[in-house]
């Protein structure tokens, strides 16, 4: 396995920053990139000595979304190959949204698709001036599936009404009154604006945070092992149509889909 598509540092205060590391491709989510963000999430979980985690990126953009290639090969896979493989970026959400760790995101330049399923299992994400945000998948005649659930759980079903269907480009302002941020902060003073949501914490008893985090997801109500199998069914059966065909074909050709205006 590749070992230089993510990065995990951990400094003597006990925080961890996971920093996705693919920054020639804009921190698009491989396959690889996947397993490895996982692998990293669950090491992290497992460790005493890591009190807050901040998801952070490379380069100029957060996360672009899933990878091209990816992509491509899922067209040539059946439907349960292609099931299983499309749900490695619920898995990588899931291991995210367990951390009994404040998770912190740190964002900037463009979240896409997955990228906004990444900021949307954050307990608090920044983002910098400038910041793109969209769920880009309808474009393609697919749906935002696999990251539904933890869109939803962030934003709420009216405020992801707003832009869950239209795949709609929305900047950085807007993610926070939909709720996907917490603020918006000049580029050069992200890192400050990170620091000063971690510095509370350390301040905090370790347990009592992690418990306070478990106590909040089953107050609120965490999302359901049933809400994502629904959802990678729901993608599942979207490929198959005539519309993702068309939508795909149209991307990799570089033009306009059928149905553009």
């Known amino acids: 396995m590749t070992e230089d598509l993510t990065r995990t540092e951990i400094d003597a205060r006990g925080v961890a920053t996971l920093t996705l590391a693919r920054a020639d491709k804009h921190n698009a989510l491989s396959p690889e990139m996947m397993t490895e963000l996982t692998d990293a999430v669950g090491r992290l979980a497992a460790d005493p000595a890591v009190r807050v985690v901040v998801l952070a990126a490379e380069g100029r953009s957060f996360c672009a979304g899933g ?31 367990a951390l009994p760790q404040p998770l912190i995101g740190r964002l900037q330049g463009n979240a896409f698709g997955g990228g906004v399923g990444l900021a949307s299992v954050c307990d608090v994400a920044i983002g910098a001036e400038g910041l793109k945000m969209g769920l880009t ?57 990170v620091e000063a949501e971690i510095a509370p914490y350390l301040a905090c008893a370790p347990g009592a945070v992690a418990a306070a985090k478990a106590l909040l997801g089953d107050l609120a109500g965490r999302v359901e092992p049933t809400a994502v199998e629904h959802a990678i069914d729901a993608l599942a059966a979207r490929w198959e149509t005539e519309e993702a065909e068309e939508g795909l074909s149209a991307f990799f050709d570089k033009r306009a889909p059928s149905w553009s205006r």
Do not use: C, H, K
């Open 67 to 97: 990878d091209l290639r990816w992509m491509q090969a899922q067209r040539e896979m059946d439907r349960e190959t292609r099931r299983r493989e499309s749900a490695r970026i619920a898995e990588v959400l899931g291991a995210l949204a």
């Open 137 to 193: 998948e309808t474009r393609l005649g697919l749906i935002p599936a696999n990251i539904g659930p933890y869109v939803i759980a962030r934003m709420g079903a009216a405020r992801a009404r707003q832009v869950f269907m239209s795949a709609r480009i929305f900047d950085a302002e807007e993610a926070v009154r939909l709720g996907l941020l917490s603020r918006v902060v000049a580029p050069d003073d992200l890192d400050a604006a």
